[in-house]
């Protein structure tokens, strides 16, 4: 085995304070992988990192406002000073400002486009450089099945979801001859903080949507994140895994 492959890798995961972010964060950690755990808040990718170390794995956390380009400039710098080479992104960070258009405030569609797809390119730019060098990385967009079939009320959050898809298969083909593979994961309904406050109105309408007539886990993302990070997936790039329970198809 070589130097190269015994060396412990570096994963990003932004949006890694709670929920899929950082079930996805957990699991690349399991995976032996030092994770450095990326949220707006402080406190919460602070307590993500450590209940990483707490069962045994490697972690660390850094507080960074992903919708601003020059917080995630200095953070890069920052990082890549410490680490030389990140091997793993997850653009997992996103927010949700819903209305039906005529209602939208310009603030509320800059807001997610500038978090959830403003973001993807300035960690890209910043991170991926050193990966092509390395010729070794995985990064990973985290949209969404609204990206696909859009959604009454979510223009903005579908425009950026779509925007991810468009930047992953863009990016594939970029940095393909430099071994590095860009791929999406697209999640259905998944059973999160924002899913559980819901009322059971609009939990039925949406469960009446998936095939399988449930809502997925965290965990479902995080096992195809896994997968994505690893050499199991060298031969896949520029590919969109919808994880939704069938509803896409």
């Known amino acids: 085995m070589s130097e190269e492959n015994t060396k412990t890798k570096i994963a990003l995961v932004t949006g890694a304070g709670r929920g899929i972010g950082k ?4 699991s690349l950690a399991r995976d032996g992988m ?6 707006k ?5 602070g307590t993500a990192a450590d209940s990483i170390k707490e069962n045994g794995g490697k972690a660390e956390s850094l507080a960074v406002d992903v919708s601003s380009g020059e917080e995630i400039r200095k953070a890069c710098e920052k990082i890549l000073e410490e680490h030389e080479c990140v091997d793993v ?4 960070a996103g927010i949700t ?4 258009l005529f209602r939208m405030e310009e603030d509320d569609w800059m807001d997610v486009i500038n978090t959830n797809l403003n973001s993807c390119f300035h960690w890209i730019k910043a991170i991926g450089r050193p990966m092509t060098r390395k010729r070794w990385g995985r990064i990973i967009n985290i949209s969404s099945v609204v990206g696909l079939t859009g959604n009454a009320g979510q223009a ?3 425009a950026a979801k779509a925007g991810m898809i468009g930047l992953t298969k863009s990016l594939a083909r970029e940095f393909a001859a430099r071994s590095v593979t860009v791929n999406a994961i697209a999640p259905g309904f998944i059973d999160t903080d924002m899913t559980s406050s819901l009322d059971d109105r609009i939990k039925e309408v949406a469960l009446s949507t998936v095939p399988l007539k ?4 965290v965990e479902d993302i995080a096992e195809m ?8 997936s060298s031969y896949i790039t520029g590919q969109v895994f919808t994880v939704d329970g069938g509803m896409v198809m």
């Open 23 to 26: 079930t996805i964060a957990e």
């Open 34 to 39: 030092h994770v450095i755990c990326v949220s």
């Open 41 to 45: 808040s402080a406190s919460s990718c």
């Open 89 to 92: 992104l997850v653009n997992n």
């Open 97 to 100: 400002r819903d209305n039906l």
């Open 156 to 158: 903005n959050y579908a």
């Open 214 to 217: 449930r809502f997925g886990k």
């Open 225 to 232: 994140a896994s997968f994505l990070s690893s050499e199991k």
